[in-house]
């Protein structure tokens, strides 16, 4: 078995992060993702749409956690996730974030605290995304409705000082997350988390593993790998260039990674059963060697216990 080396809460590439900007991925080279059980809301305009019906007539809500998600943004790889947390029938703790779906890796959040996402000296911003975040929480919690957050046709509100970036996620996270109701939370602990393999001599490519954990479960993987030239070998596939159809492969490097991933992700982390080379037949369609990666899966996640 290969020697592997965790990388917790390493950066993630700026310039495929910063929300608005443009993103040089091609769609092909994405994580696999996949999310708690709660349900999923497109954002919904705070000034019309009416409050999540999970509370009673009282207007509280059932006490334990909520999690609630909204689409994915097609173009930064961001997808929202939001955390409530209910005690004597108050919102007492919201969590504003979002996992990369291109990526994995650290949370929105982390990003912004690291000084990677680069919202004030990219975008031009006051403050960083993660300090908009908290201020837009501590409004719902104040106000102990989603729907108060009222926000204009591009997401933008008024109604927080200080706050310029899109809360229509926010609000519509947050709705789904009541509307859904009390949900159990995971195993692990909410962040990012990674792994890496020993360069092959022979091949030339160095394994790669970033996994992102949100209410506890894995919701984003990332199975890839490095050269020494610092190609990203998911995306060199996706470019033509690794050339598995042209050796007579029926599928492309990254779409074989592509159904790991998703076994990875449907079987909640747990390997498929494996031989001597670390091929499986139990993942229809993959015939390049996989084993590696669900084991640094396995390391990378001793982090996240």
């Keep these: 078995m290969k020697k592997a080396s965790v990388i917790l809460s390493s950066a993630l590439v700026l310039g495929t992060l910063l929300a608005g900007c443009g993103n040089n991925n091609n769609a092909g080279n994405a994580a696999a993702t996949t999310a708690p059980a709660a349900a999923t809301a497109a954002p919904a305009d705070a000034t019309t749409a009416p409050a999540a019906d999970a509370g ?3 207007g509280k809500y059932q006490d334990g956690t909520y999690y609630g998600t909204v689409d994915v943004d097609a173009e930064t790889g961001w997808q929202t996730f939001v955390l409530l947390t209910v005690e004597g029938g108050k919102i007492t703790k919201a969590d504003w974030n979002a996992f990369n779906t ?28 993660h300090e908009q975040a908290a201020k837009a929480e501590a409004f719902l919690i104040e106000k ?11 997401g933008h509100t008024d109604a927080v000082s200080g706050v310029s970036v899109h809360v229509s996620d926010f609000v519509g996270a947050a709705q789904a997350a009541l509307a859904a109701g009390p949900v159990q939370v995971g ?20 394994s790669t593993v970033a996994i992102s954990v949100a209410g506890g479960n894995i919701v984003a993987v990332n ?4 050269n020494a030239a610092g190609d990203d070998k998911k995306q060199y596939s996706v470019d033509g260039k ?18 790991a991933e998703k076994y ?28 590696e990666y669900f084991t640094l899966a396995e390391k990378a996640l001793e982090g996240a216990k």
């Design 144 to 154: 102990q409705d989603p729907a108060a957050l009222a926000f204009d046709a591009e």
């Design 187 to 206: 195993p692990y602990k909410d962040g990012g988390y990674k792994a890496e393999g020993e360069m092959d001599a022979e091949s030339g490519w160095k």
């Design 102 to 129: 291109k990526t994995a890796g650290d949370l929105k959040k982390k990003v912004s605290e690291d000084g990677n996402y680069g919202l004030v000296k990219i975008g031009g911003a006051q403050s960083e995304w």
């Design 242 to 259: 690794y050339g598995m159809k042209a050796g007579g492969a029926s599928a492309e490097w990254h779409e074989e990674i592509a159904l």
């Design 264 to 291: 990875f992700l449907e079987n909640k982390g747990a390997a498929p059963t494996l031989d001597a080379e670390g091929k499986t037949d139990a993942i229809s369609g993959v015939s390049i060697h996989v084993g």
């Design 223 to 226: 199975f890839s790998g490095v």
């Design 56 to 58: 009673t007539e009282t």
